[in-house]
């Protein structure tokens, strides 16, 4: 392999090092990207919601009047790029969530007419929507306006395949040990780069350790009624796709044993699910990821040398903040 020469070389091809890749196409700088496809990433095992309101108390996601423009642009782009055609990775998608009190709906009720809600989020009563009671004891539905979903296994391919038709990709095991500072930038093996920007996450050699691992189970199910493509959801959701089957999930585990899918994963997510439906459920696969996480709930943008970046700590929001993180991180350093 003959010695190349980069303004970027990239850690990671998940949303993030996917992002960054596309940020830097953008304005026409060099780079490749080292992948280990067999390295665990986060971005695999994601469902791929976007989601304006978050929590139990339906904050509104932070930051979100500034992320979502960015992301819906960038994932039209991107589409286009790769495919030569009109079309967008993220496609619109209602959510609905269930409520199961009149105390419930009247918060939201009241919160749907707050500044900056208008538009986000509209109360229903159960008899107005046809879905069928797959959750007990709903009362209302909140419909969650401007979401959106993402295949992360579509996405994550097509990038894969323009990488490599690109040359700009490389499959390997990143080893912390062939890095080389220089005057330069930076000599990783037979790669010259200015700068290095890390999108790996938990297995980032110089910042991991500055998040929390957080375990999220996923299970893909068929035996639902059909009630069309909206997403339904609790604290998990419910995600229809193709042939009948369904994404449930997914968990959000602090604290754990193991990384695979167990029992305890299982009864969270079906936890409030009406006992009658889950007599015809059938598992079809099942899996679970670890996002890196922070108390700030917020994306990490880090210089952590004159030319070494990283982002990090995008958790259960890759898919909404990883346009916005490598807008903004060539944005602040790179003017």
């Known amino acids: 392999m003959d010695e190349t020469s980069v303004d970027f ?32 990433s986060s971005s695999k095992f994601a469902v791929g919601l976007v989601n304006p309101v978050t929590g139990r108390r339906m904050a509104k996601t932070w930051n979100w009047d500034e992320i979502y423009p960015i992301a819906t ?76 979903r993402l295949d992360p296994t579509f996405y994550l391919d097509s990038c894969t395949s323009y990488f490599k038709q690109q040359n700009k990709i490389r499959f390997e095991n990143i080893e912390l040990a062939k890095f080389e500072r220089n005057q330069y930038g930076w000599k990783y093996g037979k790669i010259q780069a200015s700068n290095i920007i890390s999108c ?90 670890l996002r890196p996480t922070n108390q700030e709930r917020r994306p990490f943008i880090y210089k952590l040398d004159e030319h070494l970046f990283a982002i990090n700590g995008l958790g259960t929001k890759g898919v909404s903040l990883s346009p916005f993180a490598a807008s903004t991180l060539m944005e602040k350093f790179f003017k």
Request: aromatic residues 16%.
């Open 9 to 40: 070389l990239i850690l990671g091809q998940g949303f993030s090092g996917c992002a960054m890749a596309f940020e830097l196409e953008k304005l026409n700088k060099s780079y490749i990207i080292i992948d280990n496809p067999d390295a665990f």
């Open 200 to 289: 790996l996450g938990l297995g980032c050699p110089w910042i991991g350790k500055d998040f929390w691992p957080n375990k999220g189970q996923v299970y893909e199910v068929e035996g639902f009624p059909y009630w069309g493509d909206q997403v339904l959801k609790t604290d998990v959701y419910i995600v229809p796709r193709e042939k009948g089957k369904y994404l449930i999930g997914s968990t959000y585990e602090r604290e754990f044993e193991n990384t695979e899918p167990d029992k305890a994963g299982w009864d969270a997510i079906i936890k409030d699910l009406n006992p009658e439906f889950l007599k015809g459920l059938k598992v079809t696969k099942s899996w679970a990821g």
């Open 73 to 148: 642009e960038f994932y039209k782009k991107t589409f286009e790029i790769i495919h030569e055609k009109a079309g967008t990775f993220l496609t619109p998608k209602p959510i609905y969530k269930a409520l199961f009190s009149i105390e419930e709906t009247n918060f939201l009720t009241a919160k749907s007419a707050g500044i900056g809600f208008e538009n986000l989020i509209e109360t229903f009563s159960f008899e107005k929507k046809s879905f069928p009671a797959v959750f007990k004891g709903t009362k209302f539905w909140t419909e969650i306006k401007m979401g959106g």
